[in-house]
């Protein structure tokens, strides 16, 4: 209908004339309307086409004239209908191979086309380089197919390659749309793409895609096709080219590899050097959700979570730029729930013999598990109080703990490769970087002291780091594991420790005793010089266990089993035993004295122990016990009474003192012995005084007394006592029984008076008769006989003084000397005695000097008797002198007589004893001069008698001076 509208209003009777003319012109004409529909062609049009001009007419030009389609054809009458102007273009037809030459004029609804047939130019290269690249003879040899199109599809011109593949002619498809060609004729989809491709393209977008085409009958052909656009100078899109590249083969392999791919339970993907992805297989189409089309290109970049997108990108950048394997770990969005799980996304670039990059292979395996259980780690690792790390097998750093990142004020990039080694104390850096190289070559366990630097404070503190390699079951090395623990408190402790135990080395060199150490075991590690010196022993010889060997044998086994008992309780101990001097040989004892030293768990770290010398202590002791013994002997002897007073009271007292006394146990538990109860009345005064002295001297000397026993009796006794020096107010006192020789004191005293009143009566007799005689001998004239008889008397006399002195000796005992009481003049008396003295004694001369002028009341007999006995027994002991002295003086009160001699004098220790009954001083010259020491025994009772005194002054070998003292006047 079209067709018949459009010649009626072509074929007025008043063009009749123009219809003619047009006829008649010698080239092909063609009349277009501005949708290129032919409204008129001329019967030249019929020869150059082939086809009836009212075929042609209403139809569009493209379609009807194959033979005359060129792109530079189509460029001309583009260029005619925008500038309405004359133009005309020259170029060869696509179909025939002729040159054409064309005039196109533009008239009122569209242009006039006039084609004549020509000879080829001469420049032909010339002409096809002005027309630009738009010659199917460029691309005549290439492997690709190639069409121009017309923005709406129509196929201007194409290349044998697609003409070959669909065994076609041109003419059959020049002009006519692509889509309707051969190739995707079959194919509604592939049509559907195609024709969206090219709508794309006709807006100026360069359009990529693969599609699957049948050129005819049994081939199918994958083609990579590129549709795109060309513009002119004013951005008109004039034609789009289209290049399929022939991809079948790899496409079939692809498939294969696909199918393959599809069942492998990991996302795989391939992707182009520019970045496309052009496959993803159905596990990651099924993850994401999205279709194939939506997966390609880069579809893919919407599933990764937005805080991954910038670091994924530069990672794909970084490694397209540099052709290195790609991996990283990313989170992709589930198409269904939407969560996003974690991938570790790898590509490895494939390469061709060139080494060009042709594709990317990718795959995502999905970690979501191992990343969770990795986060928790993480977080129980943040948790914990060391300072944790990973590093991968080759040793670069990939990961710390938040307190590692704390205390280091470094981030985890930061900690990269090796910037860890920053928060390293510059002097510990080089020996920790050799130690992990180590390690990390060799993969045995690290283990270091070192400082790191706290980032913030700029401060040291010192670290225990230890870290093991992690390998999987096949012993591949998967990860370092290093922790680092803070140790500066204990490094501190130590370091005070090393000093403290510097102080304590001096102390334990310094002390007398022996100091040691041992370790937690009891090995000796340590000995102070003391025990080297005393021992002679070398290190070698002491440390370790070998110090027993020093042990006195005897002491070998309690020892070590005292010792290995107080290492299993860890309990101080002490032991007593001998060690052997290394230069004597002796074994001398010491008291050793050891404990543990415990951490503040309890561990014990050490054992400190010192070894004293007790030897002096223990040799004390022995003795101590010894006397103890000794005393206790003593205590329990039945010789000697001993007791225990405090006060009055006896509070102690052995079997001994209870037996002699007649108490029991039981009255001196009661407390019933008082000591001043039990003395005799007539010895208070002497206990007393013996008591006296005792607390004043803390002895006393042995004195007699007499006690009252239980039973009333007496018992006459020696006592002697020392007061007890710990305890001020009690004192021991030893009794011993001196009943036995009172009696036989008693009974010799008994003797010499019965002796000497026996001697006496005889003896009178005796002198008596010799006096006669003498007379009678004188009255007979024979004087001859006189001296022998002289001699007999002064014999008879010296017999009857010594009787005499025995008489009075017992008498004295006897307490029976009695005094007669008369007035005496001293000075009479003296001189008289000095008188007889000299002329019985005639070796000496007897000086008298001074007077007393005085008389006193006494026994002038006795008197008499004291001087005779001074003044004989001066010149008796003064042989090698000359003279013997007597002075006289006197006072107020008292009368003195000193009687000096200047011959052997007596020891100062004896002067005491002179006094005493029968004795006698001893001396080198003493037994030749005789004597019975009675003398100044009644000396001394007869001045006693008198109320006066006697002392003596004398020294050895100067002579000695007796001074007796009796006072004036006397109460009784
Ligand atoms: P004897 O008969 O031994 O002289 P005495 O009682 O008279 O006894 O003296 C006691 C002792 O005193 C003497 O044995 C003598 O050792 C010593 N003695 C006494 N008078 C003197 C003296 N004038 N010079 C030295 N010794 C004396």
Redesign the pocket.
């Known amino acids: 209908m079209l067709k018949t509208r459009q010649i009626k209003r072509l074929t007025p009777e008043s063009h009749e004339t123009l219809l003619t003319i047009l006829e008649a012109l010698p080239g092909a004409l063609f009349v277009l309307d501005d949708a290129s529909t032919i409204i008129y062609a001329n019967a030249s049009a019929q020869a150059l086409t082939g086809v009836a001009p009212e075929t042609l007419v209403g139809n569009s030009f493209w379609r009807c004239a194959p033979q005359l389609v060129s792109t530079a054809l189509y460029q001309a009458i583009q260029k005619t209908k925008q500038t309405r102007a004359l133009t005309e273009v020259q170029y060869v037809s696509p179909v025939t191979g002729s040159w054409l030459h064309v005039h196109l004029s533009p008239t009122a609804g569209g242009l006039t086309l006039q084609f004549h047939e020509m000879e080829a130019p001469a420049h032909r290269q010339e002409i096809v380089h002005q027309r630009g690249s738009l010659s199917m003879d460029v691309l005549k040899n290439m492997r690709a197919g190639i069409a121009f199109l017309t923005p709406d599809g129509i196929v201007l011109d194409l290349n044998e390659v697609l003409l070959d593949d669909a065994h076609i002619r041109r003419e059959e498809v020049v002009g006519n749309p692509l889509v309707e060609g051969p190739w995707c004729s079959s194919s509604p989809a592939s049509q559907a793409q195609l024709r969206a491709a090219i709508a794309r393209a006709s807006m100026g977008e360069t359009v990529r895609f693969e599609t699957l085409v049948h050129p005819r009958e049994g081939m199918e052909l994958s083609l990579d096709v590129a549709i795109t656009p060309h513009s002119d100078a004013e951005h008109h899109i004039e034609y789009l080219v289209l290049a399929g590249v022939d991809i079948t083969t790899r496409k079939r392999a692809e498939a294969e590899l696909h199918a393959l791919i599809d069942a492998i339970p990991q996302q795989v993907w391939t992707m182009r050097p520019d970045g496309y992805i052009d496959y993803s297989n159905q596990r990651w189409l099924d993850y994401t959700g999205l279709s194939t089309e939506q997966a390609q290109g880069d579809g893919w970049i919407q599933c990764l979570h937005p805080d991954d997108q910038q670091r994924i990108g530069d990672a794909w950048q970084m490694s397209r730029e540099t052709g290195t394997p790609f991996e990283t770990e990313q989170r992709l969005r589930h198409g269904t729930t939407g969560a996003y799980h974690w991938f570790l996304a790898r590509a490895m670039p494939m390469r061709d013999k060139t080494g060009q990059i042709i594709k990317w292979f990718g795959t995502c395996t999905d970690i979501h598990d191992k990343k969770q259980a990795e986060d928790e780690i993480r977080v129980l690792v943040d948790a914990i109080p060391h300072l944790v790390w990973i590093k991968r097998p080759d040793g670069s750093a990939e990961y710390a703990n938040q307190r590692w990142r704390d205390y280091t004020n470094m981030t985890a990039e930061q900690a990269q490769g090796d910037g860890w080694l920053h928060a390293i104390h510059p002097d510990d850096q080089q020996r920790v970087l050799e130690g992990w190289q180590r390690s990390v070559q060799t993969g045995m366990p690290y283990e270091a002291e070192l400082r790191m630097r706290h980032g913030t404070t700029g401060e040291y503190r010192w670290f225990l780091v230890r870290a093991m390699l992690h390998k999987d079951a096949q012993g591949t090395p998967l990860k370092w594991f290093g922790t680092c623990t803070d140790i500066d408190d204990r490094k501190r402790v130590e370091h005070q420790l090393k000093e403290s135990w510097e102080n304590w080395r001096v102390l334990a060199e310094t002390v007398p005793q022996f100091v040691w150490t041992t370790q937690p075991d009891g090995s000796v590690e340590y000995w102070s010089q003391r025990w080297y010196d005393y021992t002679g022993s070398s290190p070698e010889q002491a440390l370790g266990q070998r110090w027993n060997q020093f042990l006195h044998p005897d002491d070998d086994e309690s020892t070590l089993t005292i010792w290995r008992h107080a290492l299993e309780a860890g309990e101080s101990y002490e032991i007593e035993y001998r060690l052997k001097e290394g230069q004597t040989g002796e074994y001398r004892w010491f008291l050793t004295r050891g404990m543990p030293v415990r951490d503040e768990t309890g561990q014990i770290l050490k054992w400190f122990g010192t070894c004293t010398d007790i030897e002096d202590q223990k040799r004390i002791e022995t003795a101590l016990r010894q006397s103890q013994e000794r005393a206790s002997i003593l205590m329990n002897s039945n010789i000697i009474g001993i007791n225990v007073i405090e006060g009055e009271q006896i509070v102690d007292a052995n079997d001994a003192f209870l037996h002699m006394t007649g108490y029991t146990r039981e009255d001196l538990r009661a407390r019933h012995m008082n000591w001043l109860h039990m003395t005799a009345p007539e010895y208070l005064d002497r206990t007393c005084e013996a008591h006296q002295e005792l607390a004043a001297q803390q002895s006393l000397t042995p004195y007699e007394k007499e006690y009252v026993c239980k039973d009333g009796s007496r018992l006459p006794v020696l006592v002697g006592g020392v007061a007890l020096e710990h305890h001020p107010r009690q004192a021991i006192s030893y009794v011993l029984d001196n009943s036995a020789r009172k009696e036989l004191e008693q009974r010799k005293d008994a003797f010499i008076s019965m002796a000497s009143h026996e001697l006496r009566n005889p003896l009178a007799a005796l002198k008596l008769q010799a006096t006669l005689l003498h007379r009678q001998l004188a009255r007979q004239g024979l004087e001859a006989s006189a001296p022998a008889l002289s001699r007999m008397q002064t014999q008879i006399n010296t017999v009857t003084r010594l009787v005499e002195e025995l008489l009075d000796v017992s008498k004295i005992q006897a307490g029976r000397l009695e005094y007669i009481r008369e007035a005496v003049n001293l000075d009479a008396l003296l001189r008289e005695v000095a008188d007889t003295m000299q002329q019985i004694k005639t070796t000496h001369t007897v000086v008298v000097r001074g007077a007393t002028f005085c008389s006193l009341v006494g026994d002038k007999d006795r008197l008499g008797q004291v001087f005779t006995?001074?003044l004989?027994?001066?010149i008796?002991?003064?042989p090698d002198a000359r003279t013997v002295e007597m002075e006289l003086s006197a006072t107020e009160d008292a009368v003195t007589v000193r009687?000096r001699?200047h011959?052997?004098?007596?020891p100062q220790e004896?002067r005491d004893k002179?006094?005493e009954r029968f004795?006698?001083?001893?001396?080198p010259r003493?037994p030749t001069?005789?004597?019975?020491?009675?003398?100044?025994?009644?000396?001394a009772e007869i001045v006693k008698g008198h109320g006066g005194t006697i002392t003596?002054d004398?020294a050895a070998g100067k002579?000695?001076t007796?001074t007796v003292t009796l006072p004036k006047r006397r109460d009784t």
């Open positions: 006995n001074l004989s027994n001066a008796k002991y003064s009687v001699d011959g052997l004098g007596i004896q002179i006094f004795y006698r001083a001893v001396g003493q001069i005789p004597g019975l020491g009675m003398g100044l025994y009644i000396v003596v004398s002579g000695s007796f």
